[in-house]
């Protein structure tokens, strides 16, 4: 059973291995898009996201196999989408970065990450989980999709990482 905790300083090294090999991998699945080393995510995203005690990573026999970070409030750069959940921006969340060790992959890792963004949801009375996914990242829609995300709209958007790209907006009601 995989033990998700809020990451600590100490947590850091691993956490940028873990990362190096998600991206890796990531770049490989969708054709150099998404996430990209030195670019996003970084150390010093790590840093800021462990610093405001947003960075929750997933252990697995003391191992550490799985990380993502969850922000409070609903991404601006989402615009005003139909979210299906009407709640202030103090009773939402943001999922980020869910990467799981792809050596680990294949036992439901992701899906227990989620769970327990929803259980963290549940204990600090937020409403609706919502997250972004690249629209040529299938497999992580479909991992959202069976989670119980509910797909809202598809919407272009800038990151540095991706440049202008499609991203598939998802909403969890908690």
């Known amino acids: 059973m995989l033990k998700v905790r809020r990451a600590v300083p100490e947590d850091m090294e691993a956490v940028l291995e ?28 790590f840093q800021k996201a462990i610093q405001a005690g947003a ?67 549940r204990e600090r009375g937020w409403r609706a989980l919502r997250l972004d996914v690249l629209d040529v990242n299938e497999a992580a829609q479909r991992l959202y999709e069976r989670a119980g995300f509910v797909y809202i709209e598809t919407k272009k958007i800038w990151y540095e990482s991706t440049g202008l790209a499609n991203f598939l907006l998802y909403e969890y009601a908690v």
């Open 55 to 121: 960075l929750y990573v997933g252990e697995l026999e003391d191992q550490l196999a799985a990380g993502m970070i969850i922000t409070q409030g609903t991404d601006k750069t989402y615009g005003n989408p139909p979210w299906r959940v009407d709640a202030a921006d103090e009773e939402t969340a943001v999922i980020h970065t869910l990467g799981v060790s792809p050596e680990l992959s294949g036992r439901g890792l992701a899906l227990q990450m989620i769970e327990g963004a929803v259980t963290l949801a």
């Open 18 to 45: 873990l990362y190096d090999v998600v991206i890796d991998l990531f770049q490989a699945q969708t054709g150099n898009m998404g996430w990209r080393r030195g670019v996003y995510p970084t150390r010093a995203d």
